[in-house]
């Protein structure tokens, strides 16, 4: 196999991973705290190798679950409080943890690998030279088969706890009334979260984890209302930005895992424009077709309610009614061009009359207001 594809499988593997648990960090409005434990179980794997003095004990992928938890349960400690918010309590904890890390890689493991550029950066054009040898064969990178490891623990906690994730995401008081453990449930996902950013740290780094773990799934949310669809796009939204973020990279000769981040962040902005039901396109459209049909309504309203009264002239004068209505008179012109195209609406001189089929609309609009 190439170094080129063991590069693109294990980009594709990190992807998945990230973007599986991220679904549900998106959907329990838990993005930052994401960011902080992404960089707080550094202080996990500092203290474990501290003690083993060794980068590849087993120890590392335990104290980082342990330190995700850690920065989880501190950070609700002082939510509980009610004396910060939560982006106030994670804006103790995750600066407090990660500087008591730097300060320990800088003091005592500043000769080995947990040097600080390659923890903060990473790079996944290294990974096809720390190769996995078993029996004497080489079978192909460590972190492919690491992060393909934690990928598959992902996706079972996943499938079997599915209806439970579910539950505790969208009601976890209707959870805990049912029997249903929203605090294993809670935490069983902060701890994968850990593992799972720790195992993508050689390949992409900690900074760029937070990239990989919430923007494919925060472009599946704008694209989809069903969690099943969700978590398939936003898998699949990953997959496609690593591909054309490593193509890009070779084509520009820069860091692989910082062009799948930034092909990331583009993805994102074309979907949050141009998605067909919540992109800025559709709602800015929708927003206008209201505000155009409630003026609409508004000014059929003002002249039925003046229609055969002594004010009738005055209100229905089309050189004033601009200042009755409170409106620019450019915008009067659109709207009373709208009701005249649809035959609601005739002027005679400088009055304007509802037409039978405009008293008609009127009404019906008024019933519907106030049924």
């Excluded at 003002?302 to 004068?317: D, R």
């Excluded at 649809?342 to 009055?351: F, M, S």
Aim: proline letters at 2%; hydrophobic letters at 55%; charged letters at 15%.
């Amino acid at each position: 196999m190439s170094p080129q594809l063991e590069i693109i499988i294990t980009a594709i593997i990190v992807s998945s991973a990230c973007a599986l648990l991220g679904v549900f960090l998106i959907l329990r409005k838990m993005a930052m705290m994401t960011d902080a434990i992404s960089h707080t179980i550094l202080l996990g794997i500092v203290v474990a190798f501290l003690l083993t003095k060794s980068i590849n004990s087993p120890l590392l992928i335990i104290g980082t679950a342990l330190m995700g938890v850690l920065t989880v349960y501190l950070t609700e400690v002082l939510k509980r409080t009610k004396l910060m918010a939560e982006d106030s309590a994670i804006g103790i904890v995750f600066p407090l943890l990660f500087s008591i890390a730097i300060i320990l890689i800088t003091k005592y493991a500043g000769n080995v690998h947990l040097d600080i550029d390659s923890v903060l950066l990473g790079e996944l054009a290294f990974v096809p030279f720390d190769r996995l040898i078993v029996f004497g064969r080489d079978i192909g990178p460590k972190s492919t088969y690491i992060m393909l490891t934690i990928l598959l623990i992902d996706g079972v906690f996943v499938i079997l706890f599915f209806k439970e994730l579910k539950l505790v995401t969208f009601d976890a008081a209707l959870a805990s009334v049912l029997g249903f453990s929203s605090v294993f449930i809670h935490y069983s996902l902060m701890g994968l979260v850990s593992v799972t950013a720790v195992g993508a740290f050689e390949a992409v780094g900690s900074i760029l984890v937070i990239a990989f773990m919430i923007g494919p799934p925060v472009s599946a949310y704008m694209l989809t209302d069903k969690l099943k669809n969700m978590l398939m796009l936003s898998i699949g939204i990953g997959i496609v930005n690593a591909v054309i973020g490593y193509q890009l990279a070779a084509l520009l000769d820069v860091s692989i895992a910082g062009s799948i981040a930034t092909v990331i962040g583009i993805t994102f902005l074309l979907i949050f424009i141009f998605a067909p039901k919540r992109g800025m396109i559709t709602i800015g459209y929708t927003r206008h077709v209201r505000k155009i049909g409630f003026a609409v309504n508004s000014l059929l309203f003002h002249l039925h309610n003046h229609e055969g009264t002594e004010k009738e002239k005055v209100e229905s004068n089309r050189q004033t009614l601009h200042h009755h209505l409170h409106w620019d008179k450019k915008f009067l012109d659109i709207i009373l061009k709208k009701v005249i195209n649809l035959n609601y609406v005739t002027q005679k001189e400088e009055y304007l009359k509802l037409t039978q089929e405009g008293r008609d609309y009127t009404l019906k609009a008024y019933q519907d207001i106030t049924s």
